[in-house]
């Protein structure tokens, strides 16, 4: 819970503005990706996935971008609500069969 | 929610003491996971299993042994718990091994004193 919660970015937004959550991932063989949720006590939750013959889809109120080139992946979240402060955090999978690789996390704030 | 329980949820123990955590699962997915979580590391795979009887190290197996006897179960095994292993444990679940997302438990907090 609050333990996964030190050392980490933080992003303060206002409630209904839209929020942008950005992930550097290292590895360029990476061919899938995940964006997580996870709030205090709880174990982390799945948002939307994108594959990289994708650059950019869409869910509920989320958007998740995919820039090979650069190696960046970013999770738009439209009208950012009160429940939706929790730590955030992108994984990839390196190529192949291989264990998703995870990001440390971005903790996102919500100002009501 | 994806029908996977971990127990215990929080535990104290000594160090030097074995300990076992579980996590069952009702999905019936062919892969599951044991991460560990601590601040300033994020999720750290300790063990993973591809099938029944059939596991994988991680980045962090030293100090953990685990087993798979059923399709539903996957037993974490610390031999002689250390202060370093106090950590948050997560079980995950996957259908497949790669371009799949996981879905995860709500954890086992394990403090050893």
């Known amino acids: 819970g609050e333990s996964v919660g030190l050392h980490l970015p933080t992003l303060s937004v206002q409630e209904g503005d839209n929020s942008i959550i950005n992930c550097a991932y290292s590895n360029s063989a990476s061919d899938y990706f995940i964006w997580y949720k996870q709030e205090s006590g709880k174990g982390p939750q799945f948002i939307i996935d994108?594959?990289?013959?994708?650059d950019k889809r869409q869910g509920q109120r989320v958007t998740v971008l995919l820039n090979k080139t650069v190696k960046h992946l970013s999770l738009q979240i439209a009208a950012t609500q009160p429940g939706d402060s929790a730590v955030y955090f992108c994984a990839e999978n390196g190529g192949g069969n291989t264990p998703l690789v995870f990001g440390k996390g971005t903790r996102l704030s919500v100002i009501a | 929610d994806a029908g996977i329980t971990q127990s215990p949820r929080h535990k104290v123990t000594e160090t030097g003491t074995p300990v076992t955590l579980r996590c069952h699962q009702t999905?019936?997915?062919?892969?599951m996971y044991w991460y560990r979580q601590d601040p300033g590391h994020g999720l750290r795979l300790i063990h993973y299993s591809y099938g029944v009887k059939d596991t994988d190290k991680g980045e962090v197996s030293d100090g953990y042994s685990v087993s798979r006897s059923k399709t539903e179960d996957f037993l974490l095994t610390l031999e002689s718990a250390t202060s370093s292993q106090t950590s948050v444990y997560f079980c995950?679940?996957?259908?497949?091994?790669?371009?799949?997302?996981?879905?995860f438990g709500d954890g086992t907090r394990l403090s050893i004193l």
């Open positions: 999905e019936n997915h062919r892969y």
């Open positions: 995950a679940i996957s259908v497949e091994g790669d371009n799949q997302p996981q879905h």
């Open positions: 994108i594959r990289s013959n994708m």
